[in-house]
């Protein structure tokens, strides 16, 4: 406990000193996690946002924020353009959430194609998420033409990356 305490006082002052954004990202993290009591929500999105400017992490923290209302003002919108932000940098979790912006038409128009498009490329880096997602968008065609042998790839692929809740729709499209 006292450990956890001093290295985040330690990140502190380096933040202050203008140092990584990894620190700044960390500081941001130690409001974040402290907020079961909600005490600090605002502060945490202060620091997120410094380092926002070059850490896809930090910008996923803010979209969060925004999807949550965390020491902001619940705004889908904005949540959207942070995600656009990081999966812009090529971060496949910002990728993946910008891809179920897209299908839920979370601050965004609905758009399938758009979701299937950043699937893709969060999917290519073992995003189990996306891999289902893929998975049911081929099985029901949306975004893509429907293709069951592609659904069962993505599925079999998300169960392989963790994804336990793909396990009973490859269980359906196998029709045991």
């Known amino acids: 406990m006292l450990v956890s305490w001093l290295s985040n006082k330690i990140n502190l002052f380096y933040a202050f000193l203008g140092n990584s954004n990894a620190q700044l990202v960390s500081v941001g993290e130690y ?4 907020m079961e009591n909600r005490t600090h929500p605002e502060k945490a999105v202060y620091w997120f946002r410094i380092a926002a400017n070059n850490s896809s992490k930090a910008q996923i ?14 705004d889908a919108e904005e949540s959207f353009n ?14 993946h959430s910008l891809g179920w912006c897209y299908q839920q038409g979370y601050g ?6 758009d979701a299937i498009y950043w699937w893709e490329k969060s999917a290519k880096e073992n995003i189990p998420e996306s891999q289902y997602g893929l998975g049911l968008a081929y099985a029901n065609g ?17 169960i392989e990356n963790g994804c336990e809740h793909a396990k009973d729709d490859l269980f359906d499209l196998n029709g045991e």
Request: positive net charge; without cysteine.
């Open 142 to 158: 949306e975004g893509v033409k429907k293709d069951l042998d592609k659904a069962k790839k993505f599925l079999k692929l998300s």
């Open 61 to 74: 923290y803010m979209a969060i924020m925004y999807l949550r209302g965390y020491g902001v003002e619940e």
């Open 108 to 113: 965004v128009e609905k758009n399938y194609k």
């Open 31 to 34: 409001y974040y996690f402290s």
């Open 82 to 95: 942070w995600y656009k932000k990081a999966a812009e940098l090529g971060d496949p979790n910002g990728q």
